[in-house]
């Protein structure tokens, strides 16, 4: 028995839940509603799929100079029509970890660190063994650069 309680109390990203849901909460609201870039699909699926936020995957915009000059073209196409444009960054790069500089990003939100459990999925583990993943949750407001 003394496994299967460890087994309840191993939670797959323990904290993540009440992170997110902070960050939520501090999305402003704006009519139209803001299009939400994250930088993994991770974070950016509970916030799409549990608050509703018309969330963007990221990831291959930051993994190559190219995707990502491209990826800021659209969005400034979208910004163009009225939608803010959102930035939901994990790292403590934030931003930066868009290879190259596109128009400005204002800071709305930082977590500070926030520590994740992660448990580690392995068959050759008999127990369940956990890793703290430090995160540093924020949100940025972006504007593109002047024409």
């Known amino acids: 028995m003394p496994k299967a309680y460890r087994g309840l109390q191993a939670r797959d990203y323990n ?3 009440q992170a ?3 960050v939520a909460a501090n999305i402003p609201a704006t009519d139209p509603p803001a299009i939400i870039l994250a930088d993994h699909f991770a974070w ?3 916030l799409a799929m549990i608050h509703g936020q018309n969330v963007l995957n990221g990831e291959r915009i930051w ?6 000059s491209q990826g800021f073209d659209a969005l400034s196409r979208i910004h163009a029509t009225g939608r803010p444009i959102l930035f939901f960054t994990s790292t403590e790069a934030g931003h930066s970890v868009y290879p190259t ?3 400005e990003f204002t800071l709305l939100y930082d977590s500070g660190t926030v520590v994740i459990q992660q ?7 008999t127990d369940f063994k956990s890793v703290a993943k430090p995160k540093r949750f924020r949100l940025y407001r972006w ?3 002047n024409p």
Do not use: D, M
């Not at 993994?63 to 990502?68: F, K, P, V, Y």
């Not at 448990?119 to 583990?125: G, N, T, W």
């Open 63 to 68: 993994q190559s100079e190219t995707l990502c």
């Open 101 to 103: 500089p596109h128009g």
């Open 44 to 46: 950016g699926t509970p």
């Open 20 to 22: 997110i849901a902070e």
């Open 119 to 125: 448990v580690l999925h392995r068959p050759e583990f």
């Open 15 to 17: 904290g993540l839940p």
């Open 143 to 145: 504007s593109p650069p």
